[in-house]
């Protein structure tokens, strides 16, 4: 699964480059990743050659030590993040009702610079209340930077998947993990996103369905957002 | 975790043929701390063959790749393992490959292509191949290999493949390398030791092999690339096993001169290989009038052969192609005098002189040798922060000329994988990461060891109803042409 969603932030980039086209340098992108858990994109994302700096966050501090623990393993991670040492990467336990938003013109470690990526895997289907947490999130976007999330559409296939399959056949998820009547489905987010000023115009709005097949991975499916697991991009202009 | 050390070398000493000492006692002699901090490294090749050279180029070629730190370990001087520019064309090494255009194609892609030495490379448009003891042939080009319907396309390939030293095509990569920069050469340098890495405070090193090396200094490898050969150093310190049989047969090797420069004239070069019930026996051509023999044989006739005086070992060559496997026993068990007693032979063995190799005048002293052939795979091709390639992934027969060919599709696949990895931030020492490659080469390579010794039972058969049905196979082949091009296809890497 972590190879695509680098797959489909590229992807998003890639649609509505407006500016900045034929730059020969990698971009220096700052990275926000909500509900980061054991650190498996943070750290993929503070690997690769385009990353000025990783903030990672989450509340549980059971999963940030378990983090803090495997980011020891890679030399090229150790170290504070931005300006504390080589490493680009930093984890701070808590929600993103307690980090500062952006700021237009501030800037600094604080996170009031606000983000040119900020991530959202797996997390929106355990929120209760979407659209307020939603709001929260989008206060840390940069103008011109891209909310990118992941989470499981809400259909008979998922329920059937979620409920039956993940739960009781294979075992993989404790039970009542999931609650199928917390998903939201892509179109939902899509109407959402068309009714708030100033996001996903110009093409800033990506979608991609993916699919888990045993023996192969995660595969991109087209228009597999519609039934089961998807990512969603949103751009916020400016 | 210092369990996994011991328990594993256990498991490579039950189940591999390799000798366990030398590992056995590194790991009793080194002390289990590092003493000095290691230098890290992405990637850590083991072994300045053409499998490893070819890994290392394609990862500097790479923009997506150059950016890791890579080190080149290797035991031989590879400063002085160079082929001279100015080399002979009289004189040619006795180990030779023949690269296929898939490998070219490899080398043509990473920039290493343009620095190979090509007065010493001989491309060949036709293999001819019978049966010693029926005489059912087959041959093949690629002209006769499309189906009668379809006309020849001007761009078809002519070449099946090129014959070239070993020693030239790692003089090549070399040159490649030399180029690009930015690999950390240890050579002469040898590995004292392999062991995992320990954790303090600030760095958890616990799942990264450490290299200590003969000059003192101790490396950290994110990936530790095994292209260290069939009795791999590194396979032994991954605990994977490498399982497989000794055929009890070597290969002798000779670089020979021929009376001429082949019946196709300088444009169109002829390979021969004639199954014998005792191996193949295989003459390739080389640029002029020279050639380069593998003949496949048991060991006490490898030995005998060995032993012979030039002119009586270029006589056996000639017999090798002409007289039938009863006369070539024969001649084997006579003390001295072989050259004559061919001579005499020949005399009443009718044969058409234009569908066998030239004749051969000359043996280049000092180039007849022999080595033990044997088959081996390892259980996988990767572990943690671990991958293999080449001939310490597999050992094959050499009867269709594929060992290094495998070793450079290994490392093609080892480079995409890698960038893969580079590309989506991955760890590229992760078992996760490096699942793509194993799963790529292992197949193939596997399907192409089969094949192999498949193809060496089938002709150490010498009566019986098997000659007579694999002589039915061959004549068939030979008159299928799609069918011929698909096994030509596969011989030429995949095409």
Not at chain 1, 115 to 137: C, K, M, R, S
Not at chain 1, 148 to 169: G, K, P
Not at chain 2, 230 to 251: K, M, Q
């Amino acid at each position: 699964m972590n190879p695509l969603r680098h797959t489909f932030i590229s992807r998003c980039r890639a649609t509505a480059n407006t500016s900045t086209t034929a730059s020969l340098e990698p971009p220096q992108l700052r990275y926000l990743d909500i509900g980061c858990g054991g650190g498996i994109f943070a750290e993929s994302a503070a690997r690769l050659k385009g990353t000025r700096s990783v903030t990672a966050i989450d509340p549980s501090p059971e999963v940030l030590r378990i983090a803090e623990e495997h980011r020891r393993r890679d030399p090229a991670l150790v170290g504070k993040g931005e300006g504390g040492g080589e490493g680009k990467l930093t984890y701070l336990g808590m929600g993103i009702e307690d980090l500062k938003g952006y700021k237009a013109g501030v800037k600094g470690a604080d996170g009031q610079e606000g983000y040119d990526i900020v991530t959202l895997f797996e997390v929106l289907e355990h929120v209760n209340a979407p659209g307020p947490f939603l709001e929260h999130v989008l206060q840390h976007v940069k103008p011109g930077g891209w909310l990118v999330l992941s989470t499981i559409a809400r259909t008979w296939t998922s329920w059937l998947v979620t409920n039956v399959v993940a739960e009781d056949v294979l075992g993989i998820v404790p039970k009542g993990t999931h609650e199928w009547a917390k998903y939201v489905n892509e179109s939902e987010l899509r109407e959402w996103f068309a009714k708030k000023q100033g996001w996903g115009g110009n093409g800033g709005v990506q979608a991609m369905g993916v699919v888990y097949v045993p023996g192969l991975g995660w595969k991109e499916v087209n228009g597999g957002e519609a039934w089961g697991n998807y990512f969603f991009g949103i751009r916020k202009e400016g | 975790m210092p369990p996994r050390l011991p328990l594993r070398a256990q498991r490579g000493l039950l189940s591999t043929n390799t000798p366990p000492c030398r590992i056995l006692l590194h790991r009793c002699y080194t002390s289990p701390a590092a003493t000095a901090t290691p230098e890290i490294y992405d990637v850590v090749c083991v072994g300045g063959g053409p499998a490893g050279l070819s890994l290392l180029a394609g990862l500097r070629a790479s923009p997506v790749t150059s950016g890791l730190r890579v080190a080149l370990i290797e035991g031989q001087d590879l400063a002085k393992n160079k082929l001279q520019q100015d080399a002979s064309l009289d004189s040619f090494s006795n180990r030779c490959s023949s690269l296929t255009p898939a490998s070219v194609k490899n080398l043509q892609e990473i920039g290493a292509w343009t620095h190979v030495n090509a007065a010493r490379v001989q491309p060949y448009q036709e293999m001819q191949v019978w049966d010693g003891v029926s005489d059912a042939r087959i041959s093949f080009d690629w002209d006769s290999a499309r189906s009668q319907l379809t006309p020849r396309r001007p761009a078809q390939p002519t070449t099946i493949a090129y014959m070239i030293e070993n020693l030239n095509t790692t003089t090549t990569l070399l040159s490649r390398l030399a180029e690009l920069g930015g690999v950390d050469t240890f050579s002469p340098t040898k590995v004292d030791s392999i062991e995992l890495g320990t954790d303090t405070e600030h760095l958890d090193l616990s799942s990264w092999p450490i290299l200590k090396l003969s000059d003192g200094k101790a490396l950290a490898a994110r990936l530790l690339v095994g292209a260290d050969g069939a009795n791999s150093p590194v396979r032994t310190f991954a605990g994977i096993p490498s399982r497989g049989f000794d055929y009890n047969r070597h290969g002798v090797v000779a670089s020979l001169k021929l009376e001429g420069p082949g019946w196709g004239g300088p444009d169109h070069n002829i390979a021969y290989q004639r199954f014998l019930p005792t191996g193949p026996i295989a003459m390739l051509p080389l640029p002029g009038n020279m050639a380069t023999l593998v003949w496949s044989t048991t060991l006490e006739r490898a030995a005998k052969l060995k032993s012979l005086p030039l002119n009586d070992f270029v006589a056996m060559v000639n017999a090798g192609f002409r007289l039938s496997p009863t006369d070539l026993e024969y001649l084997h068990t006579m003390p001295s005098g072989q050259t004559e007693e061919i001579a005499w032979r020949e005399k009443h063995t009718p044969v058409n002189e234009r569908s066998i190799p030239m004749r051969v005048t000359d043996a280049q002293s000092g180039t007849v040798a022999s080595f033990p052939l044997k088959m081996r795979h390892a259980d996988t091709y990767t572990g943690e922060r671990v991958a293999l390639v080449g001939d310490a992934a597999h050992t094959i027969h050499p009867l269709a000329g594929q060992g290094l060919n495998q070793g450079q599709g290994d490392a093609a696949a080892l480079v995409r994988t890698i960038s893969h990895a580079v590309q989506t931030g991955q760890d590229i020492g992760s078992v996760l990461a490096l699942e793509s490659y194993n799963s790529e080469r292992y197949a193939e390579n596997n399907a192409m060891l089969g094949v192999c010794d498949k193809l060496h039972r089938l002709y150490s058969v010498e009566s019986g109803p098997i000659v007579g049905l694999r002589s039915l196979g061959l004549r068939a082949v030979d008159a299928m042409g799609p069918l011929k091009g698909f096994f030509m296809g596969r011989a030429a890497g995949g095409m």
